[in-house]
């Protein structure tokens, strides 16, 4: 059941009640008592509107979960808990493919100019945010560099560095990068990442050529 004290239907109805027998009581000129009554009925009549849409929107709620209009707050409750364990469980797994995905990448590594192992992808249809987890968790292992390209205009790039690499500052590599391709981006000597106007492919030729990368 709808609380009507908390809508106040009951406070504005008194109202509208007091200011309609104040109107009919008065004499003279009632034009401001009028409008005070106006203003109050347009009020509780607005009220009673937004009720009405409340209610509907309760019963048409709980028709869909095949529950009576009492049992919604129930029902509301265990469906933010169902959330919040899918929400879990996805995370969960997103973690673990990142995870493989990491393994896989580390596998296809070149050879950098200064001893370093060096990753480089595209990885089409993933956003900035998803090629930077990719990234960090490429790099979680030692002697590694990774440049990685997602989706999107301008096209996200993300560069990072194992902390036992010293050779390479991935801040001044994005600013190197946005400068020669276009676009923005900026970061830390660990990691840093942009957005490049300039295909994925131009970004990969890049990368081979400043980290001096080798098959081997």
């Known amino acids: 059941e709808v609380p009507l004290a908390e809508l106040d239907l009951r406070d504005l109805h008194a109202r509208a009640v007091r200011a309609l027998d104040g109107y009919e009581s ?9 409008l005070e009554f106006d203003k109050v009925q347009r009020t509780y009549l607005a009220a009673l509107a937004g009720f009405g849409a409340l209610r509907d929107l309760s019963q048409a709620a709980a028709k869909s979960l095949s529950i009576g209009v009492g049992e ?6 265990r469906l933010q808990g169902d959330l919040k364990d899918r929400q879990r469980q996805i ?3 997103q973690e673990q493919v990142t995870a493989t995905l990491a393994d896989e990448l580390r596998a296809t590594a070149m050879t950098g100019a200064d001893g370093a192992r060096v990753v480089l992808a595209h990885q089409a249809g993933w956003d900035a945010a998803a090629i930077k987890s990719l990234a960090q968790a490429v790099v979680s292992s030692p002697g590694l560099v990774v440049v990685l390209t997602g989706e999107g205009s301008p096209i996200p790039v993300v560069v990072a560095r194992s902390s036992d690499v010293g050779g390479v500052d991935a ?3 994005i600013k190197e990068a ?3 391709l276009g676009g923005r981006g900026g970061g830390r000597p660990e990691m840093a990442q942009g957005g490049v106007t300039a295909s994925a492919a131009d970004v990969r030729a890049l990368a081979e050529r400043t980290l001096g990368t080798v098959t081997g």
């Open 72 to 77: 919604l707050p129930d029902a509301v409750v």
């Open 171 to 173: 801040g001044a590599w």
């Open 178 to 180: 946005t400068s020669i």
């Open 91 to 93: 995370k969960a797994l």
């Open 26 to 34: 008065a004499s003279g000129n009632r034009k401001e008592i009028y």
